[in-house]
T-cell receptor, first 112, second 117 residues
Framework: LAKTTQPISMDSYEGQEVNITCSHNNIATNDYITWYQQFPSQGPRFIIQGYKTKVTNEVASLFIPADRKSSTLSLPRVSLSDTAVYYCLVGAFRGSARQLTFGSGTQLTVLP | GAVVSQHPSRVICKSGTSVKIECRSLDFQATTMFWYRQFPKQSLMLMATSNEGSKATYEQGVEKDKFLINHASLTLSTLTVTSAHPEDSSFYIC?????????????FGPGTRLTVT
């Protein structure tokens, strides 16, 4: 599994765009990049997944450069409720029983 | 969307006793469920893979005789912490994935906070 490196913590203010970058230098050709969000005392929640270029859904955007050695999760106009830990996961998610391996995550704190 | 529930949400038990935690997929069937443990301010650590109708697969360092997993039906997996000790106090979370959902899109339960006194 490719090792991921994320900032331990980030602070932002309400209404700002937040970009969290994840480094994964050893990503393999068949690896996908996935981001999860976890609020305190809750299970993680799937946010977004991508393989290359840009992916956007109703919650976030994911930017992946051509070399795929990093990825950036972009949260538009954050609110206080976006305060959570964000995990970047990289893996060849194939097969019916593929488990997820979580790294250390980034604690995002949104300030009023 | 798919819903995974856990019961209980919180449990306090005395050292030396056993406690059972249930993980249910409410609106889908899951042949595989995963159990994670999370200590305060730390990331999730995979404990074991629960397989319906067969033995669970445990991660290295996880005692299979201490953490008993039973996946008796396609919607229920249970984790029993036997002879619990204070160091077993943690947040236990399960996950599952509906058939046809991408493998990377797991649905997690709300977690169970275990406190061993």
């Amino acid at each position: 599994l490719a090792k991921t490196t994320q900032p331990i913590s980030m602070d932002s203010y309400e209404g700002q765009e937040v970009n969290i970058t994840c480094s994964h230098n050893n990503i393999a050709t068949n690896d996908y990049i996935t981001w999860y969000q976890q609020f305190p005392s809750q299970g993680p929640r799937f946010i977004i997944q991508g393989y290359k270029t840009k992916v956007t859904n109703e919650v976030a955007s994911l930017f992946i450069p051509a070399d795929r050695k990093s990825s950036t999760l972009s949260l538009p106009r954050v609110s206080l409720s976006d305060t959570a830990v964000y995990y970047c996961l990289v893996g060849a998610f194939r097969g019916s029983a593929r488990q997820l391996t979580f790294g250390s995550g980034t604690q995002l704190t949104v300030l009023p | 969307g798919a819903v995974v529930s856990q019961h209980p949400s919180r449990v306090i038990c005395k050292s030396g006793t056993s406690v059972k935690i249930e993980c249910r997929s409410l609106d889908f069937q899951a042949t595989t469920m995963f159990w994670y443990r999370q200590f305060p301010k730390q990331s999730l650590m995979l404990m074991a893979t629960s397989n319906e109708g067969s033995k669970a697969t445990y991660e290295q360092g996880v005692e299979k005789d201490k953490f008993l997993i039973n996946h008796a039906s396609l919607t229920l997996s249970t984790l029993t912490v036997t002879s619990a000790h204070p160091e077993d106090s943690s947040f236990y979370i399960c996950s599952a994935r509906p058939p046809g959902t991408p493998v990377y899109e797991q649905y997690f339960g709300p977690g169970t906070r275990l406190t061993v006194t």
